[in-house]
């Protein structure tokens, strides 16, 4: 479990930067049973650089949901391999399931989902 947590740090969002990274990173997540928010950005994009703060604020707020920040650019596969056709865009799971999606800096939006699955997640 500790290697879960040095890999899954409650409170933070989690930048990958490598596909091994993520796999990785996202491995443990998965079998830390919580729910997992990703962001998928880009360092060009203006929405992005919006919501980024917010985010980072939610993932301190919710220390029982894993945050991850993937960059488009840098994990270009990833990014395909959910689908992503805009940025931002928000990916909600559990497991291995895909629960929802919100594509836009829609904070509102970002943060009822977050609060809506996460109940979900606890019970």
Known sequence: MAATAELIPAGEVIACHTV?????????????????????????????????????????????????????????????????????TFVYMKGEEKLDKVVGAAKEEIEAKLLKHSQVAAA
């Open 20 to 88: 091994e990274d993520w796999n990785n990173k996202l491995k443990a997540a998965k079998e830390s049973n919580k729910l997992i928010v990703i962001d998928f950005t880009a360092v060009w994009c203006p929405p992005c650089r919006f919501i980024a703060p917010i985010f980072v604020e939610l993932a301190k707020k919710h220390l029982d949901v894993v945050f991850f920040k993937v960059d488009v650019d840098e994990l270009a596969t990833v990014a395909k391999e959910f689908d992503v056709q805009a940025m931002p």
